[in-house]
């Protein structure tokens, strides 16, 4: 990918919302029934992330509630629905209004999924997973160059959580991955949960998955809770539900990716179940401490 400048980004521009770091904090899900709690506390430390999806309309109360949150905190849009991975044609109609919530909004942080959810003119309510082979690469490398060079910026691209493997598969993902960061430049948004729920539902080792994971182009990372669940042979089945509290198994390896790849950006995704904003509040504040922790120990072994 070029890089360019955005017309609608013009330095002789003023920006609409302030630059605000993001490096270093932990944020949460941006649900509007948190809107009235997160507005009277005030500006806060960290960040708030949003369904690209959720605001596609021009107005309304959407755009208000996400203005007034713009106005103090940085922001990260997700897309849900671009299926990246999908065999047909981007969407160009969604891509324009994808573009557009970037422009309008500026957030600090773009992403999308390695996933398919289209089917010529039906959209699935799941992010349906991928084969692994050059076939794939190839298509799923033009898609994000697309994405890429209408946002004008890097797209953080998130790794699945899977509940079956393609046979015709010729790659690992952590490999897959790699190549497609190596061919886009894109950067990559690390979900350790979907990286758990993989590795209990396939029965590979989460941690060797992450040691084989580019590290190196993670920009964001995610955790979120998943539902436990047995399948047909009564073996346990994970499901990446995002409806409760981050697992303990799932913090351990948090902590041992921080403590590889620095104080990365990380995300608290809760969709369902929606708790009070103190439940949510409380679990970004536990990924702070340990964003936290591990910058006061690089600065003491510094020192």
Known sequence: MTAAVSPGLLATEAPRFPALRVCG?????????????ILDEGKQRGFFEVHAENYMGAGGPPHRALEAVRRDHPISLHGVCMSIGGSEPLDKT???????????????????????????????NDLLPLPYTDATLSRVCDH?????DAIWRPLLLENPSTYLAFTESTMKETEFIGRVAERTECGLLLDINNVFVSAINHGFSAVDY???FPLARVGEIHLAGHAEQTDDEGDLLLIDSHDRPVADAVWKLYEIIIGRCGPVPTLIEWDSNIP??????AEAAAAQ???DRHQRDVRHAAA
């Open 25 to 37: 904090l932990a944020g949460s899900s941006f649900k509007p029934e948190h809107l009235r709690a």
């Open 94 to 124: 969604h891509l324009a209004r994808f573009r557009a919530l970037v422009e309008r909004y500026e957030p600090a942080l773009v992403s999308e999924h390695l996933a398919w959810s289209t089917h010529q003119a039906t959209y699935f």
């Open 144 to 148: 994000i160059n697309q994405v890429q």
């Open 210 to 212: 992450l040691s084989d």
């Open 276 to 281: 009070d904003w103190s439940v949510l509040k």
């Open 289 to 291: 401490a340990i964003l």
